[in-house]
């Protein structure tokens, strides 16, 4: 009788845990956040339903394993960018990685909705609370900090901004300090936010189709608030 060691045992259960989140995305890709379920991978894969639960625990565990690998594919797109640019100024390095960031977006809507979308129904986790994910947005985001770091240090920040105190940002990015401490001083942490929530709301709406009422083709408008947004840093 062959004997199954355990190595053997090991690579079976990773490759039967990737088929299942494989075949969770081609549910996700189809029907979107909501159509990922248990149930219906168990059906694709010709499993029971009880036997999906020896690889995971419930559908908040598969979600956010998957959402904690679509940060790393997003993260290694990024990086893939800053590395084609590694010689270019920081700033123009930084330009083109938020376009990676976009192009990575509209090619996969449905991976943008799961990891930036509404929360999905029936999961109690998503979101930048639970340890994986967490450490997975904060790898993503460390891709931009780096290279911030290179253009802080040649182009030092503006006082606060008006309305804005010291006191008042450090108890506005609280949380921002617990996760990544004092590497930056707040008004170059306000600027970075400020650029981040303004590129990723024209990302958003373009990836949603809430732009197409009133635009044709929405490119040119993230390339005009980019350069704004990076004249803004740098000035």
């Known amino acids: ?54 690889y995971f625990a419930n559908l908040d565990a598969l979600v956010l394993d998957i959402v904690t690998d679509l940060f790393e594919e997003l993260r290694t797109a990024v990086e893939q960018v800053a590395v084609a640019y590694a010689e270019a100024d920081p700033v123009i390095r930084i330009g083109h990685m938020a376009r990676g960031f976009r192009r990575w977006s509209l090619a996969h809507p449905a991976e943008f909705a799961l990891i930036f979308g509404s929360p999905v129904p029936g999961i ?47 108890e506005v990015f609280q949380p921002y300090l617990e996760l990544f401490g004092d590497r930056f001083p707040l008004p170059l942490v306000y600027l970075f936010m400020a650029a981040w929530t303004r590129l990723y709301g024209i990302v958003a709406m373009e990836v949603f189709g809430q732009l197409q009422w009133a635009m044709t083709d929405v490119e040119p408008l993230f390339e005009a608030e980019l350069a704004r947004t990076l004249q803004r840093i740098t000035r």
Request: glycine letters at 8%.
């Open 1 to 54: 009788m062959t004997t199954t060691t355990p190595g053997r045992r090991e690579r079976l259960r990773a490759e039967t845990v990737a088929e299942i989140k494989l075949t969770a995305r081609r549910h996700l890709v189809a029907g979107g956040p909501a159509s990922i379920s248990l149930r219906a991978v168990a059906r694709d894969m010709g499993l029971t339903a009880p036997a999906i639960y020896r």
């Open 124 to 170: 109690t986790q998503i979101g930048m609370v639970c340890g994986p994910v967490h450490e997975a947005g904060a790898r993503f985001g460390e891709t931009f900090f780096t290279v911030l770091d290179e253009i802080w240090r040649n182009r030092p920040p503006d006082e606060p901004p008006p309305g804005l105190s010291e006191p008042t940002l450090r």
